[in-house]
């Protein structure tokens, strides 16, 4: 839902991001956040789905990501 002038900045505590990943996607057709970003994704970088989020329009993504807590 980003408005013409503002910043709108998303931050989701997804706790697994290959479980919710629907409904992750499904949420920033909704909204349109100008930046998400996502904690505790429960992914490695190898495997986080970066082509889906390019898909939906976010090009620049950042990762540092872990399989599961320390």
């Known amino acids: 839902m980003a408005r013409a002038g503002r910043l709108v900045v998303a931050s ?3 706790n697994s991001l290959p479980r919710r990943l629907p409904v992750v996607l499904q949420w920033l057709e909704q909204r349109r956040p100008d930046v998400l970003c996502l904690q505790e994704t429960k ?7 970066i082509e889906e989020l390019v898909e939906a329009g976010y090009s620049h993504v950042g990762v540092h990501g872990q399989k599961a807590y320390n």
């Open 43 to 49: 992914v490695t970088n190898d495997r986080f789905p």
């Open 12 to 14: 989701w505590n997804v």
